[in-house]
T-cell receptor
Framework: LAKTTQPISMDSYEGQEVNITCSHN???????ITWYQQFPSQGPRFIIQGYKTKVTNEVASLFIPADRKSSTLSLPRVSLSDTAVYYC????????????FGKGTRLSVIA | DGGITQSPKYLFRKEGQNVTLSCEQN?????MYWYRQDPGQGLRLIYY???????QKGDIAEGYSVSREKKESFPLTVTSAQKNPTAFYLC????????????FGAGTRLSVL
């Protein structure tokens, strides 16, 4: 499984755009990139998934460069309620091996 | 309401006691998972199951046991062999396999008396 590296923590003010970058240098051809969000004392929640270029949904955007060795989760205009831990996972499921949740990035949004 | 239900929300274990955490899903998902989360840490996989009557060990299976007799149920037993069971336990399910979106329950917080 491709190993991922994310910043341990980030701070942001309300209303700003937040970009969290995940490094996955040994990503395989069939691997997808998936992001989850976790609030304290709750289970993680799926945010977005992508394979290449850009994916956007109502919550976030995911930017993946051509070499796919990294990806960036972009949260537009964050609010206090976006304070959470964000996990980047890489894997393809073809091997049907569960993806690994690392320690994630703890985002703190400040008023 | 479709989803994953974990019970109980809080559980206390005495020394030498086995305890069982319940996980039920009505999403008609084939795959189910159990994770352990310690304070300030990520999720670590205990066991997973991709089909009824079959399951595989995850990274930290020692001291735990599971069963998958029904598609909708995947109970986890924390045995007395698990010497440090205090943690937040999360159950998840996905449609078929690892690449599918995982849906999580609300978790069970286990403490030792």
């Amino acid at each position: 499984l491709a190993k991922t590296t994310q910043p341990i923590s980030m701070d942001s003010y309300e209303g700003q755009e937040v970009n969290i970058t995940c490094s996955h240098n040994n990503i395989a051809t069939n691997d997808y990139i998936t992001w989850y969000q976790q609030f304290p004392s709750q289970g993680p929640r799926f945010i977005i998934q992508g394979y290449k270029t850009k994916v956007t949904n109502e919550v976030a955007s995911l930017f993946i460069p051509a070499d796919r060795k990294s990806s960036t989760l972009s949260l537009p205009r964050v609010s206090l309620s976006d304070t959470a831990v964000y996990y980047c996972l890489v894997g393809d499921g073809l091997r049907n091996t569960p993806l690994v949740f690392g320690k994630g990035t703890r985002l703190s949004v400040i008023a | 309401d479709g989803g994953i239900t974990q019970s109980p929300k809080y559980l206390f274990r005495k020394e030498g006691q086995n305890v069982t955490l319940s996980c039920e899903q009505n999403l008609n998902h084939d795959a189910m998972y159990w994770y352990r989360q310690d304070p300030g840490q990520g999720l670590r996989l205990i066991y997973y199951s991709q089909i009824v009557n079959d399951f595989q060990k995850g990274d930290i299976a020692e001291g735990y046991s599971v069963s998958r007799e029904k598609k909708e149920s995947f109970p986890l037993t924390v045995t007395s062999a698990q010497k440090n069971p205090t943690a937040f336990y999360l159950c998840a399910s996905s449609l078929t396999g690892a690449r599918d979106i995982q849906y999580f329950g609300a978790g069970t917080r286990l403490s030792v008396l």
